[in-house]
């Protein structure tokens, strides 16, 4: 990989986002396995500062974990746990499916990139052979004129739309993803849940996600998803 080529380099700055709501269907959720499970998780900040103390949940196929709590109660280092990111104390976290079937969405604003590429080529570039335009205007998140945008002047909301896209052509079993909802307006806010609440209605069955949002989700979101709610309070307990 050399740096001097810049989409060799772009590559590699994409692959650090590849982690690589309508109702959802609950009825088989009493008779199938949990596709993630953690026990009595304790975990710090990188220098030390206790966040999470013995957190346990089970998550189930159909289900969103929405995870709140104020600026620096560990929301986002709790994801990177999760991903293997970031180490806990103590405690298990166990997926049944596998690794690579878990999708990682971080805080767009916390990652400063710059890519020479329109939207569409930030998607080519993580699809195995020539990007499907149908599976891609499926989700609903771009319109075919959008994917000619380019990604350094697009918007919050169309790059966002993208990563989310990008996630959703990787077949994932699980979603787990950090303030995507952040900064949107309000059209931009309803196109992500859609595509959302699309992803837990398919997949037989066997799709979860996990939802970081500072401002939780309004109550017509609330009431078209199975949901669990878990607040982390870090050094404000």
């Given at each position: 990989?050399?740096?001097?080529?810049?989409?060799?380099?772009?590559?590699?700055?994409?692959?650090?986002?590849?982690?690589?709501?309508?109702?959802?269907?609950?009825?088989?959720?009493?008779?199938?396995?949990?596709?993630?499970?953690?026990?009595?998780?304790?975990?710090?900040?990188?220098?030390?500062?206790?966040?999470?103390?013995?957190?346990?949940?089970?998550?189930?196929?159909?289900?969103?974990?929405?995870?709140?709590?104020?600026?620096?109660?560990?929301?986002?280092?709790?994801?990177?746990?999760?991903?293997?990111?970031?180490?806990?104390?103590?405690?298990s976290i166990n997926f049944s499916v596998s690794r690579d079937k878990v999708a990682y969405f971080p805080q767009l604003q916390n990652i400063h990139v710059h890519?020479?590429?329109?939207?569409?080529?930030?998607?080519?570039?993580?699809?195995?052979?020539?990007?499907?335009?149908?599976?891609?205007?499926?989700?609903?998140?771009?319109?075919?004129?959008?994917?000619?945008?380019?990604?350094?002047?697009?918007?919050?909301?169309?790059?966002?739309?993208t990563l989310l896209t990008q996630l959703l052509l990787q077949n994932p079993s699980v979603l787990i993803l950090d303030e995507p909802l952040n900064h949107l307006?309000?059209?931009?806010?309803?196109?992500?849940?859609?595509?959302?609440?699309?992803?837990?209605?398919?997949?037989?069955?066997?799709?979860?996600?996990?939802?970081?949002?500072?401002?939780?989700?309004?109550?017509?979101?609330?009431?078209?998803?199975?949901?669990?709610?878990?607040?982390?309070?870090?050094?404000?307990?």
């Amino acid at each position: 990989m050399r740096l001097n080529d810049p989409v060799k380099k772009t590559e590699r700055q994409l692959s650090r986002f590849s982690g690589r709501m309508r109702a959802v269907p609950t009825h088989d959720i009493k008779s199938q396995s949990p596709l993630l499970e953690a026990n009595n998780i304790t975990f710090s900040t990188p220098s030390g500062l206790p966040l999470g103390d013995n957190i346990s949940f089970s998550l189930m196929p159909g289900q969103c974990l929405l995870v709140t709590g104020p600026n620096g109660s560990g929301k986002s280092t709790f994801l990177k746990l999760l991903v293997g990111l970031h180490k806990a104390g103590s405690g298990s976290i166990n997926f049944s499916v596998s690794r690579d079937k878990v999708a990682y969405f971080p805080q767009l604003q916390n990652i400063h990139v710059h890519f020479p590429l329109t939207l569409k080529d930030v998607l080519q570039i993580s699809s195995k052979g020539d990007l499907d335009l149908q599976a891609v205007l499926s989700w609903g998140l771009l319109d075919e004129t959008q994917l000619e945008l380019a990604w350094n002047t697009s918007s919050g909301g169309e790059r966002n739309r993208t990563l989310l896209t990008q996630l959703l052509l990787q077949n994932p079993s699980v979603l787990i993803l950090d303030e995507p909802l952040n900064h949107l307006d309000k059209k931009s806010r309803t196109r992500m849940m859609d595509a959302i609440f699309k992803f837990l209605e398919t997949g037989n069955g066997e799709r979860a996600v996990i939802l970081v949002s500072h401002e939780g989700l309004t109550p017509k979101e609330s009431s078209s998803v199975s949901l669990v709610n878990l607040e982390l309070r870090g050094n404000n307990a």
